[in-house]
């Protein structure tokens, strides 16, 4: 009896639950406090609650209390497993689900994406009806989201308000402050491939990496149509259409479309710096992907085989290379003082010297 007296009285507790609604939008509340929140932050946007120290409004007196923790640094909230800490425990939830759990208990109903939290699936619904509320007071660009919307700003006034503790380089994006923390300092990689187990330093690197194993190009180009993995490798592929080259060489002014590569033509040409070893010879190499290349010496790999013959090659490149000498009469590098054809540009580079000899004697 008295169980059933308890289950009739948590009924009638969740009946009255909400019974008092909004008079503008009849969007129901538990408490007339929450109506009136409610009006201020949606309606009326009355803001009668001010900070001491900057004269920020807000809507309510918790939300004053939470903004001191900005001018204080006060961060009550730590993750329990990290021990990051927050000045909301709604945010280590929040945490937890991004960096920890992967949890995503919210759904888009039209697409079936799944969320860590409400509201990131209330800002998704926007590319869904392609609703962008907030636009910028500079250039008139408009954002789906407040938040966007602010980072946007930056790039008008240039404000960087969040700098690594380490260097004190400084970032538009908290987020882009940790990365760097994590690639440059820490070398910390908390997300992981669940296929082979390689580990990244963000979520969005393994949803990248995923589609070396899916072979997913989902990004395309709009001069030529190539597909690639990520929106990055249509941006650096864009570069052999514009022929921007925005990373010169510090000594000898040769520009480059990447400064990755700018930092190998460095150790190659001018430093001869070589910070990568081989595990079975130590041989020293300039870059890691060398290193790569060159195991395949030890362990006799050879990925790249020709369509034709079904040879095997180390690299995509001799492969190539084979096609054209072996079974194309394709030559598409000729000699600009004689005209002749070659399969390779080094081949043209070779027979130059025949040129240059002539012209010595």
């Known amino acids: 009896m008295a169980s059933s007296n308890h289950f009739i009285a948590k009924e009638l507790t969740h009946m009255e639950e909400k019974r008092y609604s909004c008079e503008v939008c009849c969007k129901a509340f538990a408490s007339k406090f929450n109506v009136a929140i409610h009006m201020r932050r949606i309606h009326t946007g009355d803001k009668p609650y001010s900070c001491k120290m900057c004269d920020k409004t807000f809507a309510t007196k918790a939300d004053v209390k939470l903004h001191i923790r900005t001018h204080t640094g006060e961060k009550p909230h730590p993750c329990q497993v990290c021990g990051k800490a927050f000045r909301q425990k709604s945010d280590v939830l929040i945490h937890m689900r991004r960096v920890h759990t992967g949890e995503k208990p919210y759904r888009c109903k039209v697409c079936d994406k799944t969320f860590a939290t409400n509201a990131d699936v209330k800002a998704h619904m926007r590319a869904h009806t392609g609703h962008k509320p907030f636009s910028c007071e500079v250039c008139n660009k408009l954002f789906a ?21 380490k260097c004190g380089k400084a970032f538009t994006q908290l987020s882009n402050a940790m990365k760097h923390m994590r690639r440059i300092h820490t070398g910390e990689k908390y997300f992981s491939c669940k296929i082979c187990d390689k580990t990244f330093v963000t979520n969005a690197e393994v949803k990248e990496h995923m589609r070396t194993h899916t072979g997913e190009k989902p990004c395309l180009c709009k001069v030529c149509d190539k597909a690639f993995a990520s929106n990055t490798e249509v941006q650096l592929h864009m ?7 925005p990373y010169p060489c510090q000594v000898c002014g040769k520009a480059f479309a990447q400064q990755s590569d700018t930092a190998i033509h460095m150790r190659r040409i001018h430093t001869g710096e070589k910070p990568y070893s081989c595990k079975v010879c130590n041989k020293r190499f300039a870059t890691n992907a060398d290193v790569k290349l060159h195991m395949r010496t030890h362990t006799g790999e050879k990925p790249y085989s020709c369509q034709v013959c079904g040879k095997g090659f180390t690299q995509s490149s001799n492969a190539v290379m084979h096609m054209r000498r072996s079974h194309s009469e394709k030559k598409p590098f000729s000699c600009k003082t004689c005209d002749k054809a070659f399969a390779t540009n080094a081949e043209v580079k070779s027979h130059m010297v025949i040129h240059t000899k002539d012209k010595a004697y």
């Open 145 to 165: 989201t407040n938040a966007e919307l602010k980072l946007h700003v930056r790039t008008h006034t240039g404000e960087k308000p969040h700098s690594c503790e």
């Open 239 to 245: 570069r052999t259409h514009t022929k921007e080259k």
